[in-house]
C-alpha cells in the first residue's frame, strides 16, 4: 500500500486523517506546523507526538522529501541553480534569485512539458509526470534550508505547465499560503502559462489575487502556431478575451512574457500588432531576451532591437520592462541543466 504524503495535505484533511485513526483533531494543526513551519523531514521528527502516536502515523503515512543532487552558483549575480532528485529518481530543477525587494524562487511544476514550445529546452524530452503539491512545496523548503533564507517571491515558471497540472498547483498555492505555514502572500506569486484557456476561466473563478503571467511571444497567429504548439488550439483572440475575464475577476494586472528572438519577432511590424492587440487591456510587458538552446539555432535579438522594441511600447503607453538575465553563467533557462544532466 502506497503511504499518504501528509505533506500534500491541506489543514482539513490532516484532521480527517487524525479523526480516521481515532485521535484529537487538534493534532492537525500541530503536525501541519512541523511540517510547514519546522519543516522536518520525517513524521518521526514530530516530538511534540508521543512515540505511540508517531508510530501509528508512520504505518500508512509518510512526510516525502525531495534531495539535493547538486547546486550551480553563478559567479556574476548570487543565482543559484538547484537539481532535485524525487523519491522515483526523477531529477527537477529549480533557481533562486536575489533582488533588492528579497529572495524569488522559480520552481517547477512538472517533471519534463508536453506543451513543445520550440525555444524551451523544458520540453525537448516530452512529459514526464505532474509533480504533487509536497514536491512543489519542497522545493521551496529545500532551498529554504540550504541557503538559511526566506523566501519572499514564487514564479511558476520552471519546467512544466502549471494549467496542466491544475489541481496539484492550485493545492500548492493553498499550502503555501496558509498562515500556519509560510503565509506567503497571494500578491507575492505569479503562475506563468502558455495560454490554456479553459483554464484560465477556471483559475479566475478561485478569485486569488496571484498574478498570471502569459507566455505570448508573438501578437500573431500564425508565427505563435509555428513556435508554440498550443496556438494551434487557442488563438490570441481567445487568450486575450480569457485575460479580460480574469483581471475583471481579480482586479489584477496581467503580465505577457515576450521572448525577443533575432529577426523572429522583434520587428517594428510585431511591437505595431502588439500595441494594438493590449491597448486598453490592464497588463504589463515582460520582454525576455533569449536564452539560446542546444537544439535549435534561434539567436537572442541584438540590444538595439531589444531596446527599440521596448521603446516603441512605451511611446504608446504599454508599461514594458526588459527582464534583467540572471545566472547566465550556470545555465539558468528552464531544462536546460535537466537535459545536460539526464544526458
Not at 528579497?102 to 508536453?114: A, D, F, I, M
Amino acid at each position: 500500500m502506497k503511504k499518504i504524503d501528509l505533506k500534500s495535505l491541506t489543514l482539513k484533511e490532516l484532521e480527517d486523517v487524525f479523526l480516521q485513526i481515532n485521535e484529537k483533531k487538534f493534532r492537525a494543526k500541530q503536525v501541519f506546523k512541523w511540517i510547514h513551519k519546522q519543516k522536518v523531514d520525517s513524521i518521526d521528527d514530530i516530538t511534540v507526538l508521543s512515540k505511540k502516536l508517531r508510530d501509528k502515523l508512520n504505518e500508512n503515512h509518510k512526510i516525502g522529501n525531495i534531495k539535493k543532487f547538486k547546486r550551480f552558483d553563478s559567479n556574476i549575480d548570487n543565482t543559484k541553480k538547484y537539481l532535485f532528485i524525487l523519491e522515483d529518481s526523477n531529477i527537477i530543477e529549480s533557481v533562486m534569485m536575489e533582488y533588492k525587494h528579497g529572495v524569488s524562487l522559480c520552481l517547477s511544476t512538472q517533471v519534463g512539458c508536453k506543451m513543445g514550445c520550440s525555444f524551451c529546452a523544458s520540453t525537448k524530452d516530452g512529459l514526464v509526470r505532474n509533480l504533487t503539491p509536497s514536491e512543489i512545496l519542497d522545493q521551496v523548503y529545500s532551498i529554504e534550508k540550504d541557503l538559511n533564507v526566506k523566501v519572499s517571491n514564487i514564479v511558476l515558471m520552471g519546467t512544466g505547465e502549471p494549467l496542466d497540472n491544475y489541481d496539484n498547483v492550485l493545492k500548492f498555492l493553498r499550502l503555501i499560503h496558509d498562515k500556519n505555514g509560510l503565509n506567503i502572500g497571494y500578491r507575492h506569486i505569479t503562475l506563468s502559462t502558455c495560454g490554456i484557456v479553459p483554464k484560465i476561466y477556471e483559475l479566475a473563478e478561485e478569485a486569488l489575487p496571484i498574478t498570471l503571467s502569459i507566455s505570448l511571444h508573438t501578437p500573431f497567429d500564425e508565427d505563435r502556431q509555428e513556435i508554440m504548439p498550443i496556438a494551434n488550439r487557442y488563438s490570441i483572440g481567445e487568450i486575450i478575451e480569457a485575460c479580460k475575464y480574469y483581471i475583471k475577476k481579480t482586479n489584477r494586472r496581467i503580465t505577457f512574457e515576450y521572448t525577443l528572438i533575432d529577426e523572429v519577432n522583434d520587428t517594428n511590424r510585431h511591437a505595431e500588432k502588439l500595441v494594438k492587440l493590449l491597448s486598453g487591456l490592464l497588463c504589463h510587458v515582460n520582454l525576455i531576451p533569449l536564452n539560446p538552446i542546444k537544439e535549435n539555432d534561434l539567436v537572442k535579438s541584438k540590444k538595439e532591437s531589444i531596446n527599440r522594441f521596448k521603446s516603441y511600447l512605451d511611446v504608446r503607453g504599454i508599461s514594458a520592462t526588459i527582464r534583467r538575465e540572471m545566472g547566465s553563467d550556470v545555465n539558468a533557462a528552464c531544462g536546460q541543466l535537466r537535459r545536460d544532466y539526464k544526458k
